[in-house]
């Protein structure tokens, strides 16, 4: 079975500046990795994926996150962050064929606060 | 498209009690879930449901039950709520395995 570890469960970072919201996940198998981000009182909302091909990813409102098989990691970045940034990232992995693997394993999630 | 709606979006329920929870999506997606979010958890699999009359466990399925009798709708019960229940719940569909999931704004429940 896959998991899914956030290394961090809160991330404070002043406006302005980068942030990196680290993911790391275990799988026998190849997987699909997801970057969903939840405002407060609202539900997810997908930031990006990485499906194949390029192992760099852009997404919605200036993220990016980069795939790499080896660290088996998926980190994801912004080189300047908002105010309206602050919310809670959860990454989460799907396997990305066989049984079940439309099923996504989510991790702990990473609360960011930006500060002005 | 009103993407998927919840409802109720708070509940409060004594010991015991029962209700359902609501879900519905206007994108005829096949593949429907519920998940529940508890603070610092992540969020865990209820129950999924790849079509109409067809629905599976996922990793906390004990004290709930689902159906899923239309494309569109994938309600919750809860027959004997319990404290442990206290959670937030969203429901989620997708068009199909390995897509995105889009969720609901998520119910609010409180088992007292």
């Known amino acids: 079975a896959q998991s899914v570890t956030q290394l961090d469960s809160q991330v404070p970072v002043f406006e302005e500046a980068p942030v990196e919201l680290r993911c790391n996940y275990s799988?026998?198998?190849?997987?699909?990795l997801f970057w969903y981000v939840q405002y407060p009182n609202q539900g997810l909302q997908l930031l990006l994926k990485?499906?194949?091909?390029?192992?760099l990813v852009k997404g919605i409102n200036g993220f990016e996150a980069e795939f790499n098989k080896s660290q088996t990691s998926f980190h994801l970045r912004k080189p300047s962050v908002h105010i309206s940034d602050t919310a809670e990232y959860f990454c989460a992995v799907s396997l990305d064929s066989g049984a079940g693997s439309y099923q996504l394993t989510f991790g702990k999630g990473t609360k960011l606060s930006v500060i002005p | 498209n009103a993407g998927v709606t919840q409802t109720p979006k708070f509940r409060i329920l004594k010991i015991g009690q029962s209700m359902t929870l609501q879900c519905t999506q206007d994108m005829n997606h096949n593949y429907m879930y519920w998940y529940r979010q508890d603070p610092g958890m992540g969020l865990k699999l209820i129950y999924y449901s790849v079509g109409a009359g067809i629905t599976d466990k996922g990793e906390v399925p004990n004290g709930y039950n689902v159906s899923r009798s239309t494309t569109e709708d994938f309600p919750l019960r809860l027959e004997l709520a319990a404290p442990s229940q206290t959670s937030v719940y969203f429901c989620?569909?997708?068009?199909?395995?390995?897509?995105?999931?889009?969720f609901g704004p998520g119910t609010r429940l409180t088992v007292l």
């Open positions: 799988s026998s198998v190849s997987v699909y």
């Open positions: 990485y499906l194949s091909g390029s192992t």
């Open positions: 989620a569909s997708s068009y199909r395995d390995r897509n995105e999931q889009f």
